[in-house]
């Protein structure tokens, strides 16, 4: 059997009878691999993709430079804008310059700079939500001192707080399983707001009220047999590698169901959605779905390319990802041809 580009036991390809493991791990955690990706991507930094089908614009560009933001945006402005920066913390006991741990003050010069960006772009009326995390062995931050930074931006109002209950989850014996992603949700204005409902059915009787001089309970009142998801979403199953939606080497990237629930709730068909942390291409994922124009960059030319080529499996397959498969098939055909030399 002849050797694949990835033939060590953490990451062997696919090899056609049961195997389902990724072709390699953390993109941004193992530079040898990132190297290699990096001559298979079409933008440098400081460029742009325009999609000519739908409208879609992905970049190589820093979300703390207003002038990089302003030029991918152009004329529009965003009505939704989706954010998943960095967390600042050392996520799988592991410091990247990607997902990289600094010290707390730099890091919210860094939030600072992105946030004070995406407001000088947004439209008049806008949903605006960010996932970050808490490191609970740096007394949970950034999340705390995120939140209290957001108070000094007058411009948007809190409007909510989402919790993500994962189906997994990672702990010890001795602590409560970690199975929690925050969402905060604030707005712009007075937008539009479309209430949404999950695939779970009502079953509680009760919680009676007086309606227009009747007592009605619950499920007589209910617009839908089904619950809303509220602000804890218990239905949605975060990425692994047996899901076709999983994009190979990026870690932690976020649910689909996730991403389009925003976008269904929080924009509508046409409006343009901005997201400065492209990461596996998600959020223009859900906007090609559901008929949105995204806006998305990544600060690494890697990132960018999957999410172009992404979209690019997406139209050609109707898949969302590449579940276990290699997103960059021309690395495994360079390394077969110059074995069969």
Not at 44 to 71: I, M, P, S
Not at 234 to 253: H, I, K
Not at 268 to 283: I, N, R
Request: charged content about 25%; proline content about 6%.
């Amino acid at each position: 059997m002849q050797k694949t580009l990835f033939d060590d036991p953490v990451r062997s390809a696919p090899s056609g009878n049961g195997d389902t493991r990724e072709p390699y791990g953390r993109i941004d955690a193992d530079p040898a691999i990132h190297a290699k990706l990096l001559g298979y991507c079409r933008l440098c930094a400081g460029e742009v993709w325009q999609d000519a089908e739908r409208g879609h614009r992905v970049g190589v560009l820093d979300a703390t430079n207003y002038e990089q933001v302003a030029k991918i945006v152009g004329d529009d402005r965003p009505s939704l804008l989706v954010n998943d920066p960095p967390y600042n913390v050392a996520v799988g006991n592991s410091n990247t310059p990607s997902l990289s741990k600094t010290g707390l003050s730099a890091y919210m010069i860094f939030s600072r700079k992105w946030m004070d960006n995406c407001v000088r772009v947004m439209a008049e009326k806008a949903h605006f939500y960010i996932w970050l995390g808490a490191d609970v062995r740096d007394n949970f931050q950034p999340l705390p001192d995120f939140m209290i930074m957001m108070r000094d931006i007058p411009q948007l109002r809190p409007r909510n707080f989402i919790t993500l209950r994962n189906q997994r989850g990672y702990g010890t014996q001795k602590n409560w399983m970690w199975v929690r992603q925050e969402l905060l949700h604030y707005i712009h204005g007075d937008p539009d707001f479309t209430v949404q409902y999950t695939d779970i059915p009502k079953i509680l009787r009760g919680y009676y009220k007086n309606v227009n001089g009747k007592i009605t309970e619950n499920l007589e009142r209910s617009k839908s047999g089904n619950i809303r998801p509220g602000n804890v979403w218990v239905d949605v199953q975060q990425v692994f590698y047996r899901m076709e939606e999983n994009v190979p080497g990026c870690y932690a990237q976020k649910p689909l169901k996730a991403i389009e629930r925003i976008l269904q709730s929080s924009s509508k068909p046409g409006e343009c959605v901005l997201d400065c942390f492209s990461h596996s291409g998600t959020t223009l994922i859900a906007g090609e779905k559901l008929g949105r124009r995204v806006v998305t960059f990544d600060i690494d030319p890697v990132f960018a390319e999957l999410t172009i080529r992404r979209l690019e499996h997406y139209r050609k397959t109707g898949k969302t990802g590449w579940q276990w498969h290699n997103p960059f098939p021309e690395m495994e055909e360079v390394y077969d041809a110059a074995t069969s030399a």
